[in-house]
């Protein structure tokens, strides 16, 4: 079984700061990485994933999370966020390629 | 094109009512998932189709809870004997294949009294 820990629930951050949400997995098999985000009044969006090559994956809107296999960890991280980036982020790994295993979300809450 | 729905959108019942709640996925996705979201907490699996059958229900609490494709698109999960732990948001989702992004709905958010 796989399981997920977003070490922080809530991240306050000011526009125009970096951001990092941590993630760290345990899984005795290889798996494939994700975040999601949820915006307010919205469903859950793909970000960003992990499945095999660069260990550096990014978004179109500026996020990039790097898969650390030693640390077992998918950071996400944002060296400029926007208003527009307050929702709840979600990071998930599956070693099936369909069951998808969530951590609890991170709140981020941008202000100006 | 549309995406994922769920209707309804906000279910409220009485304990141990029988509930429905339905899932249409983006057109041509033959998987179909659902998940459910308890308050403070990430999404936790509970059932795949692929087609028509069930390939995985693993994470289906228990025998109150059942989900069905008939048709292998809309999908109805129902919850007989609802009990006040079950409240939580149900989240559908479909995709291509099973190795492809799942995309969500956004949810059915259900209260039991």
């Known amino acids: 079984a796989q399981s997920v820990t977003q070490l922080d629930s809530q991240v306050p951050v000011f526009e125009e700061a970096p951001v990092e949400l941590r993630c760290n997995y345990s899984?005795?098999?290889?798996?494939?990485l994700f975040w999601y985000v949820q915006y307010p009044n919205q469903g859950l969006q793909l970000l960003l994933k992990?499945?095999?090559?660069?260990?550096l994956v990014e978004s179109i809107n500026g996020f990039e999370a790097e898969f650390n296999k030693s640390q077992t960890s998918f950071h996400l991280r944002k060296p400029s966020v926007h208003i527009s980036d307050t929702a709840e982020y979600f990071c998930?790994?599956?070693?099936?390629?369909?069951?998808?295993?969530f951590g609890a979300g991170t709140t981020v809450t941008v202000r100006a | 094109g549309a995406g994922v729905s769920q209707t309804p959108s906000n279910k409220v019942t009485e304990k141990g009512k029988y509930v429905e709640l339905r899932c249409d996925p983006i057109?041509?996705?033959?998987?179909l998932y659902w998940y459910r979201q308890s308050l403070g907490q990430g999404p936790e699996f509970l059932i795949y189709?692929?087609?028509?059958?069930?390939?995985?229900d693993s994470g289906l609490p228990n025998d109150r809870f059942f989900a069905v494709r008939p048709e292998g698109s809309v999908s109805t999960l129902k919850i007989q004997r609802t009990e006040r732990g079950d409240s939580a948001v149900y989240l559908c989702?479909?995709?291509?294949?099973?190795?492809?992004?799942?995309?969500f709905g956004p949810g059915t958010r259900l209260l039991v009294l």
């Open positions: 989702a479909s995709s291509l294949g099973h190795q492809e992004t799942q995309y």
């Open positions: 899984s005795s098999v290889s798996v494939y």
């Open positions: 992990y499945l095999s090559g660069s260990t």
């Open positions: 998930a790994v599956s070693a099936n390629d369909y069951k998808l295993s």
């Open positions: 057109s041509g996705h033959t998987a």
């Open positions: 189709f692929q087609g028509t059958g069930a390939a995985d």
